[in-house]
């Protein structure tokens, strides 16, 4: 149950985003970069407490950069999970009945905050 309602606050996240870039006269978010609103929208879909949540994005280039816990500490914030959100995705139609089945955008899930190597490139952190 608690599952299917952090699904549905990532839905409803996600909805607002097109909701509002539909309002402002685009068919597409005018938000510079798609990822940092997936980070946000996952991130607010699996806190399990109320507060405020910020996805930060953390270097992913080599191994040997901090860990979620560390970036998240080093913003006076709490971490409390780890993603990464890959770039260059298919894109799928602007029209949600058409690419029905097709793979669109993905995200992982670490699980914790300790991951030491290239992986996540955003730290879910609370305040």
Do not use: K
Not at 7 to 21: D, G, M, P, R, Y
Not at 28 to 48: K, P
Not at 97 to 111: D, L, Q, S, T
């Amino acid at each position: 149950m608690a599952q299917a309602a952090r699904f549905l606050v990532i839905i409803l996240c996600v909805n607002v985003v097109t909701v509002t870039a539909n309002e402002m006269g685009n068919r597409e978010s005018d938000y510079y970069n798609w990822m940092d609103e997936i980070a946000q929208a996952a991130c607010t879909g699996v806190m399990t407490v109320d507060g405020t949540v910020y996805a930060v994005r953390r270097y992913c280039v080599a191994s040997g950069q901090p860990i979620c816990s560390t970036v998240c500490t080093n913003q006076g914030l709490t971490c409390f999970e780890a993603l990464h959100v890959y770039p260059n995705q298919p894109r799928l139609s602007e029209t949600h009945g058409e690419a029905v089945g097709e793979v669109g955008p993905w995200v992982h899930r670490y699980g914790s905050c300790g991951s030491t190597h290239c992986g996540p490139n955003y730290c879910c952190c609370r305040g």
